[in-house]
Structures are given as structure tokens and as C-alpha cells.
């Protein structure tokens, strides 16, 4: 993984001990030498690494319209996903929704509170994180 790496500076790699190899450094927000390595300059022009500590690595949009405000190398909050439950009248439901304006509508089903009778009503947040494993990010430093 010396200077001779098939791998393009620029390119995130997992690595598993605390303090990266010699030539590498870690994705960790700190700003480099753009003169020292030049390369590496090309890539992050701004002389600065994206700090990776914590984050999950997402693929650029592109154009596919998933993500389509995006911008390569830009930083996204997690998404606070509200829960609409509790008791309801019968026959008025609930939705689920999150502050991204998703929200799942079915027939008979109301997303906002409504006057009359009900036993009672709630709003729970959930953030959602897969299970993981931690790595340091580290790149390679020409």
C-alpha cells in the first residue's frame, strides 16, 4: 500500500489500526501540504481532507433523481424519520412520515390531527443507523 498502490490518490480506504501507514493520511477534516503532495492537492484543491470520522461513504446522484440536491463531497444530516401513532377514531388511520416530506398516504388514512372524539394521539421520532463496523478512512498522501 506504499506510493506504488494501483489504487488513485483520492480514494477513501477502510483501514483497521488506529494511525494509518506511512504515505497515508486519515480523512479526518485536517488540512495537508498541497506543495508536499501535489496529487493529492489536484483532488481537494481546497488543501483541506473530508472529515470521514463517523460517517457512511453515499454515491453521488448523478442525475438519477434519487438524491438529486446533492453535491459531490457535501455533508447530509440523518434523516428524523416521525412516527404519527396512537388511538384514532375508527376508520381515520395515521401516516408516517419524516421531515424529508415523505409520507406514506393509504385510503381512510389522515396524516394530520383531527378534532372530535379520540382516545389520544402521539408522535414518536426514530433516527435509523444500520448496523456497522469502524475503520479509519485513510488516503494516500502524493
Known sequence: MGEGSA??????VPWPLPNPP???LKY????????RFPKLGA?????????LRGEFIRGWDDGRGIDNSRA??????ATSFTQYAGNYD??????IGNHDGVVDYSPGFSRFPYPGPAVG???NHVTL?????SFNYIVRAV
Open 7 to 12: 489504487l488513485p490518490v483520492g480514494v477513501p
Open 22 to 24: 506511512e504515505g497515508w
Open 28 to 35: 479526518n477534516g485536517a488540512p495537508f501540504d498541497k506543495n
Open 43 to 51: 483532488v481537494y484543491p481546497a488543501g483541506i481532507l473530508p472529515d
Open 72 to 77: 459531490l463531497l457535501s455533508f447530509q444530516a
Open 90 to 95: 375508527v376508520g381515520s388511520g395515521h401516516a
Open 121 to 123: 394521539n402521539g408522535v
Open 129 to 133: 443507523r444500520p448496523r456497522n463496523i
